[in-house]
């Protein structure tokens, strides 16, 4: 059974960067996606950025030039560097893994692993 479990959210001043990090335990298929996701309070979950086994990585246009996704096998640990940020990036912020994703990576629907989650607030 694969156990996600994220750490780094907190409250910055837009202009601020973030480190978000997302501990995986049990199971790893090796050739498995992850992502990262995130969810503002009435609004859908939405796909932030992904990263596969072999490192390709896929962004949101949202995010794109001021995110980093990336992960540390050796670790099995999952970051997103998050740079530049807005008022607009609040929101809980989910790490997310599946073996294998047909179809859009950053369509939450692909992914089965999920963790708890960790609050993101970027204030004006």
């Known amino acids: 059974q694969v156990h996600l479990v994220e750490s780094g959210g907190g409250s910055v001043q837009a202009g601020g960067s973030l480190r978000l990090s997302c501990t995986v335990r049990?199971?790893?298929?090796?050739?498995?996606?992850w992502g990262w996701f995130r969810q503002a309070p009435g609004k859908e979950r939405e796909g932030v950025a992904c990263?596969?086994?072999?490192?390709?990585?896929t962004y949101a246009d949202s995010v794109k030039g001021r995110f980093t996704i990336s992960k540390d096998n050796a670790k099995n640990t999952l970051y997103l560097q998050m740079n530049s940020l807005k008022p607009e990036d609040t929101a809980m912020y989910y790490c997310?893994?599946?073996?294998?994703?047909?179809?859009?990576?950053?369509?939450?629907?692909?992914?089965?692993?999920w963790g708890q989650g960790t609050q993101v607030t970027v204030s004006s």
């Open positions: 997310a893994a599946e073996d294998r994703v047909r179809g859009y990576v950053l369509n939450s629907r692909n992914y089965n692993y």
């Open positions: 049990g199971y790893v298929y090796s050739n498995s996606y």
């Open positions: 990263i596969d086994s072999d490192a390709p990585t």
